[in-house]
């Protein structure tokens, strides 16, 4: 049984789709279709139900699906330990982190897993919540950093800490950064125009659900996805915003914006770290869990225990 063929099989099946799992594997779809196609021959198995839709695994399929992941686990881990000989860690870690988090951790991300693991091959993909979590479960992530993750059967989370949201403005001309502004109430805010990314991003979903409680709705000025243009815009007066004060003292110019915090209720956001409970993770991927959550430490005064998880978990942005 070729590795490569296996290799193939796996990603189609995990993926569903033979597009989707070429363009992961960076191979053309006929010569993908043909390494399954010779790998069924060899098995004297039909594997993949091919339709308009997709492939999906028979039981046959099904079967080498569980048999594939755990062979490829230990060529991986084989891997690893001669490459332990040599004193070092080795691998690829494909991580993904939602946009606030890619302005905070790539730059101290790097640097520490350059330091660690020098042998090893980092790649970081920006994106939303909910793609990533795909992502991880397809195979094509081995970490991502989701927001308000909902429990999910393919996915192992471990929580990472708390993310308090503000309200975040454009301080008016003269006005001195001290003292700090005064906080807002829930209620107040709803009345704010903001400039909100759309649906499905995490923090929408946190504040319309909260405010829903309250039987609020939010005051929608502007839909945009991304959080640079998001402070650009607030920036220019063009409304406010929701998120959080990491995101504001990771711009180029923060003093140009007013955090303001938001109570009765504060606003929560949990941040998770999340792994494919269908593959187990290699060494060098805890050792880079490890890298995760120590960039992540200086965001987190409080342990995630203490803190209230808002409802309605969703995608971020």
Known sequence: MDLKQLEYF?????????????????????????QV?????????TLLLRNGRGAIPTEAGKLLLDHGRGILHQVERAREEMGRVRGALAGRVAIGLPPTMARLLTVPLTRAFRQHMPQAQLSITEGLSASMA??????????AVLYNAPPMTDIDLQPLFDEMLALVEARPAGLPEDPPP???????????????PSRPNAVRMLVETAMAQRGLRPTIALEIDGVGAILDLVAEGMGCAVLSPHAVASTVRPSAYTVRPIEQPPLTIRVWLGTSSQRPT?????????LIRQACAPLAPQRTTACPVMPEPDAAG
């Open 10 to 34: 796996v990603r189609v099946a995990e993926m569903g789709s033979f597009t989707r799992a070429a363009a992961a594997l960076q191979v053309a779809q006929p010569a993908l279709s043909r």
């Open 37 to 45: 196609r010779l790998l069924e021959v060899e098995l004297r198995q």
């Open 134 to 143: 795909q992502a991880v479960a397809d195979g094509r992530l081995d970490l």
């Open 182 to 196: 005064d906080p807002i109430t829930l209620t107040e805010l709803s009345r704010r125009p903001l400039v909100i």
């Open 282 to 290: 290699t060494l060098t991927q805890q050792a880079a869990m490890d």
